[in-house]
């Protein structure tokens, strides 16, 4: 008698094959099972095809896949605005800076919208010959009723017109009506700095221009192999925006939110608690301790070294933080703080330290962790505070950094790799719009050390470099972990989301100097391939 044993098979969605996909440490694959979104089975393809039946079938042609990137710190919102915005990132000079936004305006206004305010963002003096802040002159004689609002690229700083000033009643009769406006001889520059930004409400565009913005963003992301957003600090008012968008599935990349310090967001989520949407997250309050460094605002121990006597800016009060950090733990937020300063760090340890047990997993963050003094090293792995950084701005600041802080204290900036003997977990992002949204450039500027133009040979604080799997972790795995999103995403694991980035080069084993020219051929975003476009 013969018996014949009659096995049916598993019936899934996907099956991705004649690929090499990265899973950990040289470890690869070659074909990738995926079903209701999630990741079912992974390894080889006869493996695979002897266990299930697919629904569809791609062949990969060998690219190479990734987890999925996730940047752990940007602005996602603020990147819509910019794309609405006069980019002004090119400028030389005040002159030229002008030119950039009468330039774009005029092309603007072909397009037949309408603007109640002119905005534009990137300027940056450290970039101009003169290294002089701007003012308003041109832009009064230019724009005379027009507001007009210019963001510094780091987000510290803003340049207003007259007409601006009038409308947000920073200016009547000729006179500041706050002593936050910056005045020089009597007159006001224009220029507001830091906490005098808060003056100024953020741009509104009218919602139908913003949700196609925010769309084009989105798609931006994807075709640059992002999966996975965290957006560094957005008020109620925007956050509740979203929400409605990712309600209707206007809007599909998922975003982990940080709520700003105002107190609409305190009244708000203290009382209404998370958003925790599957693709839509708010679980986190931003904080601000202190300035940028480019702006001499982050708050140093001793005096800056291009500024006699200066020190930069403490934004907050000791034990008001403390009262907020309490408020939001309470509620189970997680607390982000903005540090660049050594001394703003050492603070905000401080201010954990009230508040946070040893051995937590709550997962408080010290966002661009620019400038830690060695003595504050060990408080992250006292407290489980997590150093997220965000490695090209080493690259972009290394031309004038140590004229602000001196040679020994730089050694203290720009950290990576010592961050690992005090944290196994290193969250990197962009801070985009600020910098490059590629992450490609963020996992060039880890491991290299070097700018686009590849400089220095040699690298900038070489010793800080990461490895291409410390680069890729912090990029995914970690970046997940900071924001309590580990057991969905950021590895290449049976049961988490299939959030894949497929390249059509090698990116743990290519020479530096290619990552670059790296094409990405596809994205998928919560088990969806989201971008597509064909190898040359």
């Known amino acids: 008698m013969l018996f014949i044993s009659c096995t049916k098979k598993q019936e899934v969605d996907t099956l991705l094959f004649n690929a090499n996909i990265y899973l950990a440490n040289q470890v690869w694959a070659d074909a990738l099972a995926i079903h209701e979104g999630?990741?079912?089975?992974?390894?080889?393809?006869?493996?695979?095809?002897?266990?299930?039946?697919?629904?569809?079938?791609?062949?990969?042609?060998?690219a190479y896949v990734y987890p999925g990137f996730n940047d752990a710190h940007c602005h996602f919102t603020g990147l819509a605005l910019v794309l609405m915005s006069a980019d002004l990132r090119s400028s030389s000079d005040q002159d030229h800076m002008v030119d950039l936004l009468i330039n774009w305006y005029t092309e603007f206004k072909k397009e037949g919208k309408e603007l109640d305010?002119?905005?534009?963002?990137?300027?940056?003096?450290?970039?101009?010959?003169?290294?002089?802040?701007?003012?308003r002159l041109q832009l009064d004689s230019l724009f005379p009723t027009m507001p007009v609002v210019l963001r510094r690229i780091d987000g510290h700083a803003l340049l207003l017109n007259e007409a601006a000033m009038k409308e947000y009643g920073l200016l009547i009769d000729g006179m500041p009506t706050s002593e936050l406006l910056e005045v020089k001889e009597g007159w006001v520059t224009g220029i507001l700095n830091e906490n005098a930004q808060n003056l100024v409400p953020p741009a509104r565009p009218k919602p139908e221009y913003y949700l196609e913005s925010l769309q084009q963003a989105e798609?931006?992301?994807?075709?640059?192999?992002?999966?996975?957003?965290?957006?560094?600090?957005?008020?109620?008012?925007?956050?509740l925006m979203l929400d409605r968008f990712y309600s209707k599935n206007a809007l599909k990349i998922p975003l982990y939110c940080m709520a700003s310090d105002v107190e609409s967001s305190f009244s708000y989520f203290l009382k209404n608690g998370k958003i925790d949407r599957e693709n839509f997250k708010v679980q986190a309050f931003k904080f601000y301790y202190d300035g940028a460094l480019g702006s001499r605002g982050a708050l140093l121990s001793k005096p800056y070294s291009d500024k006699e006597g200066h020190y930069g800016y403490s934004l907050q009060a000791m034990e008001e933080f403390v009262a907020k950090l309490d408020k939001i733990d309470r509620a189970g937020f997680q607390a982000c703080v903005h540090s660049i300063g050594d001394s703003s760090a050492h603070a905000a340890f401080l201010a954990f330290g009230r508040i946070l047990e040893p051995g937590n997993d709550k997962r408080w963050r010290i966002e661009h962790s620019q400038v830690i003094a060695d003595r504050d090293l060990p408080y992250f792995k006292s407290l489980s505070v997590l150093p997220s950084i965000q490695p090209?701005?080493?690259?972009?600041?290394?031309?004038?950094?140590?004229?602000?802080?001196?040679?020994?204290?730089?050694?203290?900036?720009?950290?990576?790799?010592?961050?690992?003997?005090?944290?196994?977990?290193?969250?990197?992002?962009?801070?985009?719009?600020?910098?490059?949204i590629n992450p490609m450039m963020t996992f060039y500027a880890a491991v290299s050390r070097r700018n686009s133009d590849g400089e220095p040979v040699d690298g900038f604080r070489i010793s800080e470099a990461l490895s291409r799997e410390e680069a890729l972790k912090g990029m995914t795995l970690d970046a997940a972990f900071a924001s309590f999103q580990e057991d969905e995403t950021g590895s290449i694991?049976?049961?988490?989301?299939?959030?894949?980035?497929?390249?059509?080069?090698?990116?743990?084993?290519c020479n530096l100097q290619d990552l670059a020219e790296a094409k990405v051929l596809q994205t998928w975003s919560l088990g969806s391939r989201v971008f597509e476009q064909k190898p040359e």
């Open 219 to 239: 798609q931006l992301c994807f075709s640059l192999g992002i999966t996975r957003l965290t957006d560094a600090g957005l008020d109620t008012n925007e956050l």
């Open 392 to 436: 090209t701005h080493a690259t972009s600041d290394m031309s004038w950094a140590e004229s602000r802080l001196g040679k020994e204290r730089l050694e203290w900036a720009y950290r990576a790799k010592s961050f690992l003997n005090f944290s196994p977990v290193l969250p990197l992002g962009t801070d985009f719009p600020v910098e490059g």
């Open 117 to 135: 305010r002119l905005d534009g963002w990137g300027w940056d003096q450290n970039m101009w010959s003169s290294k002089e802040m701007p003012n």
């Open 38 to 62: 999630k990741i079912v089975a992974v390894g080889l393809e006869n493996d695979l095809r002897s266990t299930y039946v697919f629904t569809e079938q791609e062949d990969l042609n060998a």
């Open 493 to 509: 694991t049976v049961g988490k989301f299939a959030d894949l980035t497929v390249l059509d080069i090698d990116i743990m084993n």
